[in-house]
C-alpha cells in the first residue's frame, strides 16, 4: 500500500481493536487549516456494479476486497481521503437486496444506514443493471436532500455513444436531481473528475478522524477479508456464502505475524468442500491468503486456518453480534 497517502491500517497491528477515541482526534486539531472541508461520501447501489472497485480508486488504496460474485462486501467500510485541505470519509456499503436471512438483514441494514448520515451520495449503477431493480431503494435515494452523483459504472462495455446516450436519458427520468457520471472504475476513467466534483460538495468543517486515519477497521478486519475474498474465488454455489472467518490469534514478533483463524460454515457437507480431498482446498485458499497478507503488512506471516460448523449462524442473532454484523 501506498504509505504517502495516508497510515496504512495494518500498522495497527495489536490484537486489541482501537476505540473510537483513538481513531477520532481530528475535530480539535489547531493545525487545521481555515476553510477547511470534511464530509460523508457514502456509496450505495445494487450488488456488482462495482461500488467496492469505484471505492478503492477513490481512495487510492485497497481498502475493500473485489470478486465477479454479488454480496462480496457484507460490512460498511470506510475508505479516508486526507489532504492539508480536505478530509473525505467514503463509505462502501452492500449491495441492496431483498433479504433472504438475518446476515442479509444487517447487510441491508447497512445499506440503509448510509442514506442517513451522507454529505453526498453516490449511487452507482452499471449499463447492464435493469434500472428498475429495488425500486423502493431507488426512490429514497430520489428523495435524499443531499447532493446525488448518480455514477454509470463500466461504460467500456459499450459499443458506442449512442447506448450511453439512452442509459443517461433513462436515469435522469429516475434521479432527475442527481448529476450523472459516466465512469469505468475499472479503467479509471472519468473517476478524476467525478473525486474533483466530491470536493466541490464538501461542506466547510474540520476533519471527523485523525489526519493521518485510513480507514475505521482494525488490522484484524482485513484479515478476515482477504481470506474470505479467497474463499468466495475458490469455491462456487452456496459454500462461499455460508461461511464466515474469525481472526483468534494475532501475534506479532520482529519482521513475523502469526495469525490463527476459523473458518466458520453452516454444515458438515459445506467443511467437507472447504477442506478439499487431502486437505488441498484448504491449503490452497491458506497460501493464496497468506501471500496477500504478507503484502499487505510488509512482514512474513505464519497463517493457520481451521474450519468448524455453526448451524444456521446466518440466521442466529447471537452469532451475528459476535461476528460482527448486529450491535
Known amino acids: 500500500m501506498n504509505e504517502n497517502k495516508n497510515v496504512n491500517p495494518a500498522e495497527e497491528t495489536g490484537a486489541e481493536i482501537k476505540s473510537i477515541d483513538e481513531i477520532l482526534g481530528g475535530m480539535t486539531s489547531p493545525n487545521v487549516k481555515e476553510g477547511h472541508k470534511a464530509g460523508f461520501v457514502n456509496i450505495v447501489g ?4 462495482g461500488k467496492s472497485t469505484l471505492m478503492n480508486d477513490l481512495v487510492g488504496e485497497r481498502v475493500s476486497i473485489i470478486t465477479s460474485k454479488a454480496q462480496t462486501t457484507r460490512h460498511r467500510i470506510m475508505g479516508i481521503v486526507n489532504t492539508p485541505d480536505y478530509q473525505i470519509v467514503f463509505s462502501d456499503t452492500p449491495g441492496v437486496l431483498k433479504p433472504k436471512y438475518k446476515l442479509q438483514e444487517s447487510m441491508l441494514e447497512f445499506s440503509e444506514g448510509a442514506l442517513t448520515d451522507a454529505d453526498v451520495l453516490l449511487y452507482v449503477t452499471d449499463v447492464v443493471e435493469d434500472p428498475t431493480k429495488n425500486a423502493d431503494f431507488l426512490a429514497r435515494v430520489a428523495k435524499e436532500d443531499v447532493p446525488v452523483l448518480l455514477v454509470i459504472n463500466k461504460i467500456d462495455l459499450l459499443k458506442g455513444q449512442d447506448d450511453l446516450i439512452a442509459i443517461v436519458d433513462r436515469w435522469k427520468a429516475l434521479l432527475p436531481k442527481a448529476e450523472i457520471f459516466p465512469t469505468s472504475a475499472l479503467e479509471k476513467f472519468n473517476t478524476s473528475n467525478l473525486m474533483k466534483r466530491i470536493v466541490e460538495l464538501l461542506p466547510v468543517s474540520a476533519p471527523y478522524f485523525g489526519k493521518d486515519a485510513l480507514t475505521d477497521k482494525p488490522a484484524r478486519f482485513f484479515v478476515t477479508e482477504i481470506i474470505r475474498e479467497k474463499i468466495l474465488l475458490n469455491y462456487d454455489k452456496e459454500v462461499p456464502y455460508s461461511t464466515e472467518v474469525i481472526v483468534e490469534k494475532f501475534e506479532e514478533k520482529p519482521g513475523s505475524i502469526h495469525i490463527m483463524a476459523v473458518v466458520y460454515v453452516e454444515r458438515d457437507s459445506q467443511k467437507g468442500i472447504l477442506i478439499g480431498k487431502g486437505g488441498s482446498m484448504l491449503k490452497r485458499v491458506g497460501m493464496e491468503s497468506r501471500k496477500d497478507i504478507e503484502t499487505f503488512f510488509g512482514k512474513r506471516v505464519f497463517l493457520e486456518l481451521f474450519v468448524k460448523v ?18
Open 310 to 327: 455453526e448451524p444456521n449462524w446466518r440466521n442466529r442473532e447471537n452469532k451475528l453480534k459476535a461476528f460482527g454484523y448486529v450491535e
Open 46 to 49: 445494487n450488488p456488482n456494479v
